[in-house]
């Protein structure tokens, strides 16, 4: 990630900046002596101060609405120069928040902010947004940003520390909300120099976090427990993802995007997401640790890591690693909206109870953006050292490009996928819809004729060192690969179930096998349909 390593220091910075005065005031969020000690009342304070939000009228008690008095603690924060606005333990009934640079929120332990029904009072209205309330280029959602919770624009030095919750229960998951609704938990748009840091959010409404257009942000151990996207990167650069669990049954838990939101095509890159879990349990049960699975969209629980849907800036220098898919969808690299997806790493992935596609890199002409966009690309893709067990019977590996337009250049290495498997002979006849326009959803797709990987409209494929297997015998194909330049198998491994063939070549060129248990080494210059 050139530039990106020094960049992200920032961050770090900024917290210590606007946190800092917690650990010279006491250990506040575990109750020690200093955090015992009455409030002092508002006045004269300088830069590195805490402003304790109760000094400004909160009550913190559910009942009654505190939107006032966090406002007038942040802006007192905001005209001393900079500092912490604490919430000493209660539950803080609030509208929107404004944030301001130079000012950190610090929520102690037993702390909530509870985000009110708009019957109660009125959000912010969504700002008007020419690139977006037509909803020609994104959803509703992804176009506004005040009519949120917390919320905050063309801000520097901000950060929002736990180790409370924000429980968005009242907010809204979609546009269809009551007048006055909210419908994010933490809204950030044009800033700089951020940290989300040891918060829980729950019930976090259509985003728990949407950043658009924010540069030099860390979002570092947060659970997140939601019924819609947990966490959204939207044009943004320089950016660490890490240590965060996300829970978003029917719908993204992690998710890179690059809308039209701004007005202009704008990169999401130099980014790292680390460490993380994903998950698509019942909302509210990963918080209470019961991990129930009684619900999902018709398409099974979504809570996955995903490059795209909005896709119209491209993505560039991504980086994922050593992160857990769980009772979720798999990983998704997805360019529809123009835009390209360039120089992406995934490493040391670890999957279980995987419902459709472990692994889905789609480039597609939905092409939502101006009149003028182009179809994207997707190259210099590197997928490695990818365990997944327990992975639905009717996908295995999906890429697919578009007539015209390949994915170039993607790797897969050091991947062992283990499949359900069983499924019938007459499925390796299945002829799997283009669907150039579509959403990217590897459902849409239906049963492929590959159990293990299904390549189409692809240039430059290599696999290394791949297991697939099943735990139910199978009747297709390990691998079908239709409109495909260049593919080099090294080293599968793939079960010959029954008196099944391994490859299903159609229009392939440039294809080579080796190193393959119970296979020939092979070069083919062109196969226009061979089988074996």
Request: charged residues 25%; hydrophobic residues 40%.
């Amino acid at each position: 990630m050139p530039g990106g390593e020094r960049a992200i220091g920032a961050p770090a910075r900024a917290l210590r900046r606007v946190l800092g005065a917690c650990a010279v005031a006491g250990v506040l969020a575990t109750g020690g002596a200093a955090a015992r000690q009455p409030p002092a009342a508002p006045g004269p304070q300088s830069p590195g101060d805490i402003f304790d939000v109760r000094s400004f009228g909160a009550l913190g008690d559910g009942r009654n609405l505190d939107t006032a008095a966090i406002n007038r603690a942040i802006e007192a924060a905001a005209a001393a120069g900079g500092g912490t606005v604490r919430f000493p333990a209660g539950t803080y009934l609030s509208v929107s928040i404004h944030l301001k640079s130079n000012v950190g929120l610090h929520l102690d332990r037993g702390a909530t902010i509870e985000a009110a029904a708009p019957g109660v009072a009125a959000y912010d209205e969504p700002e008007p947004n020419p690139w977006g309330d037509a909803r020609k280029y994104q959803d509703f959602g992804h176009s506004h940003w005040h009519n949120a919770l917390i919320w905050g624009e063309d801000l520097h030095d901000v950060a929002i520390g736990g180790p409370g919750l924000i429980d968005g229960a009242a907010l809204v998951t979609n546009n269809r909300g009551p007048g006055g609704a909210g419908d994010k938990s933490i809204s950030l748009k044009n800033c700089r120099h951020v940290v989300l840091r040891d918060l829980s959010i729950v019930h976090g409404g259509w985003f728990a976090v949407l950043a658009t257009g924010v540069d030099d942000l860390t979002i570092e151990n947060l659970t997140i427990d939601t019924n819609r996207d947990g966490i959204d990167v939207d044009a943004c650069r320089n950016v660490r993802i890490t240590g965060c669990a996300v829970n978003s049954p029917f719908d993204d838990a992690i998710c890179l995007k690059s809308s039209f939101a701004l007005g202009r095509a704008r990169a999401t890159e130099n980014v790292r997401i680390t460490n993380c879990r994903v998950s698509g349990y019942d909302e509210g049960t990963l918080l209470d640790g019961t991990f129930r699975r009684t619900v999902a969209d018709r398409f099974g629980p979504t809570g996955r890591i995903k490059l795209g849907t909005e896709s119209f800036g491209g993505f560039r220098n991504i980086v994922v690693s050593g992160c857990v898919f769980e009772h979720s969808r798999g990983l998704d690299i997805a360019s529809v909206d123009g835009g390209a997806i360039e120089d992406v790493s995934v490493t040391d992935i670890t999957m279980r109870d995987i419902v459709n596609a472990p692994i889905f890199v789609r480039l597609g002409t939905r092409v939502r953006g101006p009149s003028d966009t182009l179809t994207g690309s997707i190259r210099h893709v590197r997928i490695s050292r990818v365990t997944a067990e327990d992975v639905g019977a009717d996908q295995g590996v999906l890429v697919s490009g578009v007539p015209g337009h390949p994915v170039e250049d993607l790797r897969l290495s050091e991947v062992r996928i283990v499949f359900r498997g069983g499924d019938l002979r007459q499925d390796a006849a299945v002829e799997p819809p283009e669907l150039e326009s579509d959403p990217p959803e590897p459902a849409r797709f239906g049963r492929l004729p590959a159990y293990g990987l299904f390549a189409r409209h692809v240039k430059g494929l290599s696999i290394r060192h791949v297991d697939v297997a099943c735990m139910k015998d199978e009747k297709r194909p390990a691998v079908r690969l239709d409109d495909v330049d260049g593919a080099d198998f090294d080293d599968l491994k793939a079960p010959r179930l029954l008196d099944l063939v391994t490859f299903v070549l159609r229009r392939v060129s440039d294809f080579r096998v080796r190193n393959s248990p119970g296979l020939p080494d092979r070069w083919l210059a062109s196969a226009e349909s061979e089988a074996f």
